[in-house]
């Protein structure tokens, strides 16, 4: 039997940690570009727009003790890149990075625009316990490996319908993913937008777990995100 000093710090720990549950692949941009694309800008090198470019990610609690934990919404807009626009799709490319020290975890305002998931802000002390956690050896690595790299194979599809096939590279694994989105703009800008499940043991991860898995980190993530492209 726990006593109340091993409960408190029971609890303290697992409200620290989140977890997954699989949610439609819908295209839920957090910033909402301009539509009307038309044809692709013209050929050339283009450097995404960090401070309107966005990668947020979902993560749920699982496990026996869930309810002692909460879910998690984590963003980084912090991401940078070159995007090279080609005479089709087919013929573009890009590469992005991604700042781990960068991701903000359970802004306050982001945990409302996420709905019922999300509900209320989280202790400061537990937010900081998620950050170390995804910032620890053990997951992120930050220490040894500070960028995730995502690097396009190819592109294909049209712009309200496209696929990327994707090298991303998380704490020293690399993997290959597939990844929709749809891409929108005008004559000032280009956005790729998209949102996507996506198992935390595809990219080489191992889930969180305390407790011989009473608190767990479900491994399916959901992944949104914005990058915008200046043309103008």
């Not at 190819?154 to 993997?175: C, K, M, N, Q, R």
């Amino acid at each position: 039997m726990f006593n109340r000093v091993a409960i408190a710090a029971v609890v303290l720990i697992l409200s620290a940690c989140g977890a997954p549950r699989p949610r439609p692949s819908v295209p839920q941009p957090p910033i909402h570009p301009a539509p009307g694309l038309q044809s692709l800008p013209p050929p050339g090198a283009y450097t995404i727009d960090s401070q309107n470019s966005e990668l947020r990610i979902l993560v749920y609690r699982a496990g026996p003790l869930a309810n002692l934990g909460h879910n998690h919404v984590m963003v980084n807009r912090a991401v940078t890149g070159l995007v090279q626009v080609g005479s089709s799709i087919s013929a573009s490319s890009f590469a992005l990075k991604v700042p781990v020290e960068g991701f903000v975890v359970d802004d306050a305002e982001a945990r409302r625009e996420e709905g019922s998931d999300f509900p209320g802000d989280i202790p400061p002390d537990a937010k900081s316990g998620t950050r170390r956690n995804m910032l620890s050896a053990a997951v992120l690595n930050a220490a040894e490996f500070p960028e995730i790299t995502v690097t396009s194979v190819t592109l294909s599809g049209t712009p309200d319908a496209l696929s990327a096939e994707l090298t991303i590279s998380v704490a020293g694994h690399e993997a290959k993913i597939s990844a929709p989105c749809v891409l929108q703009g005008d004559e000032h800008r280009l956005t790729a937008a998209g949102s996507m499940e996506l198992r935390q043991t595809a990219v080489g991860l191992a889930p969180y777990s305390l407790l011989h898995g009473a608190l767990q980190v479900e491994d399916a993530m959901q992944l949104k995100f914005s990058i915008v492209v200046p043309i103008s």
